[in-house]
């Protein structure tokens, strides 16, 4: 059987090792980290609903139960007929290649003095733990923010952002010390948030105004420092605690290879996920240049209908499948459970509509649900819903 390397080992790796497997393939799973982290039910870890081992699952379990190698190191660059690894140097040895190796971050001047929920994990626990300190000496000055990239607008995630802002609140009005807490969101554009719609801002205003948290958006980030973020008309907003998301930039490894790729560096694709030009290679999730509208975003419901298609459409190459090549562009929505702490709101949005249906308490538990079914059904412990 043919032998397919998958690098990366997030939600686009993990389900295109699983259904590659599903045909049969040699299937070679090749991660920097250890453990396959759940980065929807991550925003739970600062307030104490989920800990770090609920939110991640060990690789070589789901190596195990899925009957694929993994393999634990860095790549550090990919072309077009190989890969370079930290550890183990370039390799060539595959018939296929898929690239889920995830998205950077845009570094601005300063960031060290924040903390990113969406990166590297360790930032979460560290955030964690300086909010937990602040919560000990009883006050503080919290800032909540994301950043965008004009290269490449579809890696704007904000998001994570409003969860973690409504959750952290709520859990401060649960210890009763949230008065002594001045809570601050604030982005350089004039509307963030508003692919979700013209409702969801302003049911997002909505809520800033009834918890009380400031917005300061439209204006430039020049500069994060210790305590607070400066910006560019010369004001400053103060801050104990500052979580800041920067827009999503291409990955280095790909930026160091010679695959077609955009000026952010993203990898240029065909609808199919083939690279373009590139027989062999394939690249999903948040690594590859969309295409589609306006509002299009990277999510991980899209990284995973890539990952199936990547599996069906290498499988039709090998004459395993009949019929025609499958393409994401159809599945471009956004759907988006937004957790609030004591609720959610169900986000969604299509070419025709754009959505924003409030589920108070529901809400939270639908996500919480999904959570557990995710990753029960990973490990193929319980069985997979159609399209989930
Ligand atoms: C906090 C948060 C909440 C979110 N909530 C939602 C949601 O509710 N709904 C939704 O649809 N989407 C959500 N998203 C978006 C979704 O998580 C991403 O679109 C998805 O994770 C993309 O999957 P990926 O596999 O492409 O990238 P990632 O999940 O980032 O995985 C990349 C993988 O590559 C590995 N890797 C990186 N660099 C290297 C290297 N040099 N060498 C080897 N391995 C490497 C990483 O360890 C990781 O395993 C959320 C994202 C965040 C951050």
Not at 134 to 149: D, P, R, V
Not at 294 to 314: C, D, F, P, S
Not at 332 to 344: A, R, T, V
Request: contains cysteine; proline residues 5%; aromatic residues 10%.
């Amino acid at each position: 059987m043919k032998k397919v390397v998958v690098l990366g080992g997030g939600i686009a790796g993990v389900e295109t090792s699983i259904f590659l497997r599903k045909y049969g393939f040699e299937v070679e799973l090749i991660s920097n980290r250890d453990y396959f982290y759940i980065y929807p039910i991550s925003i739970w870890i600062p307030t104490k609903e989920k800990k770090f081992e609920d939110v991640t699952i060990p690789l070589k379990d789901l190596a195990e139960a899925h009957g694929f190698k993994f393999t634990q190191d860095k790549v550090i660059k990919v072309d077009k007929e190989s890969f370079t690894l930290e550890k183990a140097g370039e390799r060539r040895d595959f018939d296929y290649l898929v690239v889920a190796l995830g998205q950077d971050k845009l570094k601005h001047k300063g960031i060290e003095h924040t903390y990113s929920i969406c990166g590297n994990p360790n930032e979460t626990l560290k955030y964690s733990e300086k909010l937990d300190s602040l919560i000990k000496a009883g006050k503080g000055k919290l800032a909540f923010g994301f950043g965008g990239n004009p290269k490449a607008k579809e890696a704007v995630r904000g998001g994570p952002v409003f969860e973690l802002l409504f959750n952290v609140d709520y859990y401060l009005r649960k210890l009763k010390i949230r008065d002594k807490f001045e809570l601050t969101f604030f982005a350089p554009m004039p509307k963030p948030g508003e692919r979700l719609g013209e409702k969801a801002l302003k049911m997002m205003d909505v809520m800033f105004k009834r918890l009380n948290i400031k917005s300061v958006t439209g204006k430039k980030i020049t500069e994060f420092t210790p305590d607070g973020v400066l910006l560019e008309d010369g004001t400053k907003i103060e801050s104990d605690l500052t979580c800041f998301v920067a827009a999503g930039d291409g990955h280095p490894a790909v930026k160091a290879g010679n695959l077609p790729q955009t000026e952010a560096g993203f990898v240029v694709i065909e609808p199919t996920n083939q690279v373009k030009g590139v027989e062999n290679v394939y690249a999903v999730g948040d690594s590859c240049a969309l295409e589609g509208p306006e509002w299009k975003a990277k999510q991980g419901h899209l990284a995973e209908v890539m990952a199936r298609n990547t599996a069906y459409n290498i499988a039709l190459k090998e004459g395993l499948e009949k019929g025609n090549p499958k393409t994401y562009i159809e599945h471009i929505n956004i759907l988006c459970l937004m957790d609030m702490g004591n609720g959610g709101g169900l986000a969604y949005r299509d070419d025709k509509k754009a959505m924003l249906i409030p589920l108070p308490i529901l809400g939270h538990w639908m996500k919480k649900g999904w959570g557990i079914y995710y990753k029960l059904s990973k490990l193929g412990k319980i069985p997979r819903l159609p399209g989930m």
